[in-house]
């Protein structure tokens, strides 16, 4: 008689998962058609191990799905091997916060830095719980060492010498990769234009070639910035472990340097990231971590990790804390020098982005809480201004907006109104964002699951549409 792997089906009864669930989520890892069901079937039934990453990557979304670890020996009785290719975000990312556990997390990028983006190239998990929270509490909590400058020896010979002139340069093309974000977001081409821009600075910080402690700490800078940069993109592009790694990576640039603003900066932007992704525990320990980072930072800064304890309030339907924080928010935003001692980094954040904030902020509340349908009119009125089809200035955010302002006009049954919203959404943009992707994804399935649009002609217009953009190259 052929035993079953009663851990693997312990855990998708606790769950409530049937076999071909457990499949559906791995192909969404995958690839379309990786893993059937009947192949899940023999995992259970025959205690079958899956080939390489498979194994891997099983325990990694049912661990994510309970919010505990699930192991490799757990599942599969020492049978399986680790994945080489599927690794944790923070995977060989641990050391001390100094000078020295910075320089790990570029080797760490250096070693497989290629293999990151491209064919065959490693895929890195997305970390929740104690793992994810833990390294922010720690960064929080380690004192600031002086950046020495490790000086090699060989550029008076070879002539390797990084200047402040290089830098210079090096800040200004940073700056553009901003803009990039703000126009196109997060395409993969995107993501590896800016990737190989991060290895080559990382290369320069570890070269030991600049021409004094000035040069050496603007390479750390430009470095974090990157991160960052790179970092949203990723996440953009629905990559979040990768996003995490790079935002780790900045945290660890931030505090070699000293810079607790940025450093509250990548916590907030990992703070984001939960809240996008529902994890409602994680979104709260980060955003209390973040608020400390920030207490002395720039008000601009304040009010927007003042904004994000407003969301993750709302994220845990917790109305009165939704709106106290918002108004404390509004109240830093308003101070006379908010707007002209924003750090230069932040120049996208002012009254208008409050605002789109609170209504994306009103639109968790209400799926936290089936709230009144006044919050979702006022959410609606604050998205609408700034979902402009032919946004100059921020064309991948206006798109976003606007595919949850079509959201919410289906929450209110209002199907003309959000297909009429929608459907701009479809034209032919340079913006390739596979977040707002998977939120027109979304879109489709409540238009199609709502009785109100079964008999509306435009709603097959609109799904035929969609469908042709996803087959476009790039989706």
């Avoid at 669930?21 to 899956?50: C, H």
């Avoid at 049912?62 to 944790?88: F, H, I, N, P, Y």
């Avoid at 973040?290 to 993750?312: E, Y």
Wanted: one cysteine or more; hydrophobic letters at 45%; aromatic letters at 8%.
């Amino acid at each position: 008689m052929v035993d079953k792997n009663l851990v693997l089906l312990n855990l998708l009864q606790e769950l409530g998962w049937s076999q071909s669930r457990l499949a559906r989520r791995l192909n969404e890892a995958l690839g379309a058609g990786y893993v059937s069901r009947s192949t899940v079937a023999e995992w259970v039934n025959q205690e079958r191990v899956p080939r390489d990453p498979v194994p891997t990557v099983v325990a990694h979304v049912l661990s994510e799905e309970l919010e505990r670890t699930v192991t490799l020996d757990e599942l599969w009785k020492g049978r399986a091997k680790r994945s080489q290719l599927w690794l944790s975000a923070f995977d060989g990312m641990a050391g001390p916060w100094c000078h020295s556990g910075t320089v790990r997390a570029l080797e760490c990028w250096h070693e497989h830095g290629e293999a990151v983006l491209d064919f065959n190239h490693r895929t890195f998990f997305p970390v929740w719980g104690d793992a994810l929270v833990g390294p922010a509490l720690s960064y929080l909590e380690h004192s600031v060492t002086p950046l020495q400058l490790v000086q090699s020896r060989n550029w008076a010979r070879d002539g390797r010498i990084i200047t402040a002139s290089m830098t210079n340069i090096a800040s200004v093309v940073v700056e553009r990769m901003r803009r990039l974000d703000d126009a196109e977001g997060g395409s993969l081409e995107n993501l590896r234009f800016v990737h190989q821009y991060f290895l080559s600075i990382g290369q320069q910080m570890r070269s030991g070639d600049a021409a004094n402690g000035a040069v050496l700490r603007e390479l750390f800078r430009l470095w974090m910035s990157l991160c960052q940069i790179a970092g949203w993109m990723a996440y953009d592009a629905e990559e979040h472990g990768l996003a995490q790694r790079y935002y780790y990576s900045g945290l660890r640039a931030a505090h070699s340097i000293g810079d607790r603003s940025y450093g509250a900066y990548l916590l907030a932007a990992l703070t984001h990231q939960a809240i996008y992704r529902r994890k409602a525990r994680e979104a709260r320990a980060l955003v209390d971590v973040t608020v400390r980072a920030a207490k002395d930072g720039p008000l601009a800064l304040r009010s927007l990790v003042s904004g994000l304890v407003a969301h993750t309030e709302a994220l845990e339907g917790n109305a009165y804390g939704f709106e106290t924080n918002m108004a404390t928010a509004q109240d830093l935003m308003e101070q006379p020098d908010a707007l002209e001692n924003r750090p230069v980094w932040l120049y996208w954040f002012g009254p208008v982005q409050s605002r789109v904030h609170r209504g994306h902020g009103l639109l968790t509340l209400v799926r936290a809480t089936q709230a009144p349908q006044h919050r979702l009119v006022e959410a609606a009125r604050l998205l609408a201004p700034n979902c402009a089809v032919d946004d100059a200035h921020f064309p991948r955010e206006a798109l976003y907006n606007r595919v949850w302002l079509a959201r919410s006009h289906i929450w209110r049954g209002d199907i003309d109104t959000a297909l009429h919203t929608a459907l701009p959404t479809l034209a032919p943009s340079a913006v390739r964002s596979p977040r707002s992707v998977a939120q027109l994804r979304i879109l489709d399935t409540e238009l199609a699951a709502h009785p109100a649009a079964r008999s509306t002609s435009q709603l097959h217009g609109f799904h035929h549409q969609l469908q042709n953009l996803l087959r476009a190259p790039g989706n």
